[in-house]
Every structure is written in structure tokens, then in C-alpha cells.
């Protein structure tokens, strides 16, 4: 694993953001895998900045997102559609036929994992995977279990994690409790991760999540066996490892 120390947030955003436009200016029709949530919201400002310029075209880039809510419209304001389409889509020249997100309105769950995965297997993979890291060391939304789940699946969210994202919701109630996920083997295959972190509440779980044993119960573990892991951490989320 490769560990680039930023000073703060908006210089691990910046850091990150380069590696990603490094990856699209080498494969101008590369596949992306992405994360939604607050930590890459300043990469993909930064992103759009760099579109805005001159710099960067993501006209031939095509993309995967690691998960979406379970009963979430794609206009739905908390879904991870829309996320995707706020934060980054809407503002570049992406072809958004080009872009991929489960279903979250899907009525039968099995046929939906498999074609989420069919959806990434006729893209031949993942070149770069953008990841955050929950509290409870999840990526995706593979959740803290007995064992590393394989394809797209469907979970039910921990309390810990539906705790944490009711900030973004009107009331905890309005939560979903369940969501569909790409899968550990999905995530592992990718050619290169991108694992980015921030802020000191995350840095006791960075710390296991690198150095603990792996093991499904930290998730994220499982990234010590990548061949081709880059963290970009700030100081506070690097500072029990750094
Ligand atoms: C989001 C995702 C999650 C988040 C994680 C960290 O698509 O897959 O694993 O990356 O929950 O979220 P933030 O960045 O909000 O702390």
C-alpha cells in the first residue's frame, strides 16, 4: 500500500483528485468505480474544476458506483444516484448512459445483483476504485461479517452506519435500512484502489483496517491483500499510522 500524507482535507481531495485525472487523461475511456458519501465530495469539486478549465474530458469515461439505498428512486434527494448526478455527472461531459448505479428500485433483488455484476463484467472491470471507509471499517456497504461476500448483494445496514448516514437524512426513520452493495471480490478485483480518509474519527479504524489482521469483521482489511492500493489520507485520519 501506498500512503500519501495530505495536510488537511482539502489538499487530500486535491491529491486524490489528481491520481483520479492522472487514470483518464492515460485511459480516456477508462472505468471508474465510485463512492459517494462526504469524503469525495471535494475530489469531484475538484474534478469538475479541472473540466471547467480545459483539463480534463470524461467523454469516454464510463463508471460504476459501489452502492445505492434499497427503495430509493434515482430522484430521490438521498439516493446515490442523484449524489452522482449532483456532485459530478450533471457538471462534466460524462455520457450518462455511461454511468452505473444499482437499482434501488428494483423488484426482484437477485436478478438485480446479477445484473449489476453482468453490467461490470461486460466492461471488463475496474481500472481505478474509489473508496471511503466507514466507522465500523466497511467499504461499500460490506458491513462488518463472518465472512467477505463475493458479488453485488443486498444487505441490511448496521445501526452504527444508519446512525451516520441520518445526517444526511430529516429524521433517522427516513434511513433505509437496506441497500445493495458491490461485492469484496468485485471491489478486490479492480486494477488500482484509490482509498481515501479523512478527519481523527477515522483513524483508529484506518489503523486496524492497515495494519490489524484481516478478517471480515473490518472489511477494509482485505485491502492489505490488493496488489495496488494508494491511500490518501490528511493528517488527522493518518495520525496512528502516518
Ligand atoms: C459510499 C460508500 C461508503 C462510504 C463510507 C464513508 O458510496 O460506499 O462505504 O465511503 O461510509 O462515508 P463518508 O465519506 O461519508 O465518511
Known sequence: MQIIKAKDYKDMSRKAAGILAAQIIMKPDCVLGLATGSTPVGIYEQ?????????LSFAGVRTVNLDEYKGLAPGHEQSYRYFMDDHLFSHVDIDKKATHTPDGLAEDEAAECRRYDEVIRQMQGVDMQLLGLGHNGHIGFNE????????THCVTLTESTIQANSRLFERIEDVPRQAYTMGIKTIMGAKKILLVVSGQDKAGILREACFGPVTPKVPASVLQLHPDVTLVGDAEALSLIG
Open 47 to 55: 474534478l469538475i474544476q479541472w473540466h471547467k478549465t480545459g483539463s
Open 144 to 151: 462488518p461479517a463472518e465472512a467477505f461476500q463475493k458479488g
